[in-house]
């Protein structure tokens, strides 16, 4: 199956600073990645996301970026603010046979802590 | 619209104990999924439903059980508990678009511990 890696596993920053956040995956067939973010006690929630036939996807100071040939993606979050401070999840998944159910695959998850 | 709903948010079971956790979406939404979270080990899929009737077991099934007879339910059966299951359960609703299955909505929550 699937395997997805996260890296780091925390990291801290200072207020302003961006913060890069990476994951690698395994299986190539793999094509939608979402980015979630968790507050503390809180849900996941979907911040951004790409599908495989796009490079790269901003949205304010997020933006994600994804290199099929190497099998990996990345978070990067500028301006970094005190609120952003949460956990943030990758995923990769794989669309089943004629455009079905994705089976899922989190990365364990980032710990950032943005310093004021 | 409520979204993904869970009951009980709080549970403590002993050990051997049953206990069903329960999910609901008003989204209309094809797909379901059980995950578990525990420290370390980011979420991990238990299992899921394509529609009203299937089911399939994801990474960690043992000792769960899940039926889907509507489109909004989809409950999570432990049937013996253990000290193990100890973690938090998210249940998650999406559908498939245009551009393929879009995002999960995830529900708030169940804590369990079993002592």
């Known amino acids: 199956g699937e395997n997805v890696e996260q890296h780091p596993s925390t990291l801290s920053v200072q207020e302003g600073d961006s913060a890069v956040i990476k994951c690698t995956y395994s299986?190539?067939?793999?094509?939608?990645f979402p980015w979630y973010k968790q507050e503390l006690g809180k849900r996941p929630q979907l911040i951004i996301d790409?599908?495989?036939?796009?490079g790269e996807k901003k949205d304010q100071r997020i933006a994600v970026t994804l290199n099929k040939t190497a099998k990996h993606f990345s978070l990067h979050i500028t301006e970094t603010q005190p609120e952003d401070s949460a956990v943030y999840f990758c995923?990769?998944?794989?669309?089943?046979?004629?455009?079905?159910?994705?089976?899922?695959?989190f990365g364990i998850g980032t710990k950032l802590q943005v310093i004021p | 619209n409520a979204g993904v709903t869970q009951t009980p948010k709080f549970q403590v079971l002993k050990t051997g104990q049953s206990m069903t956790l329960q999910c609901a979406q008003d989204?209309?939404?094809?797909?379901m999924s059980w995950y578990r979270q525990d420290p370390g080990m980011g979420l991990r899929l238990i299992h899921y439903?394509?529609?009203?009737?299937?089911?399939d077991q994801g990474e960690v099934p043992n000792g769960y059980n899940v039926s889907r007879s509507t489109t909004e339910d989809f409950p999570l059966r432990l049937l013996s508990a253990a000290p193990s299951q100890t973690s938090v359960y998210f249940c998650?609703?999406?559908?498939?678009?245009?551009?393929?299955?879009?995002?999960?909505?995830f529900g708030p929550g169940t804590r369990l511990t079993v002592l």
């Open positions: 998650a609703s999406s559908y498939s678009g245009p551009s393929g299955v879009d995002t999960q909505y």
């Open positions: 299986d190539s067939a793999s094509n939608y």
């Open positions: 790409i599908r495989s036939n796009v």
């Open positions: 995923a990769a998944s794989i669309e089943g046979p004629g455009g079905g159910y994705q089976k899922v695959t």
């Open positions: 989204m209309n939404h094809e797909y």
């Open positions: 439903s394509v529609g009203a009737g299937i089911t």
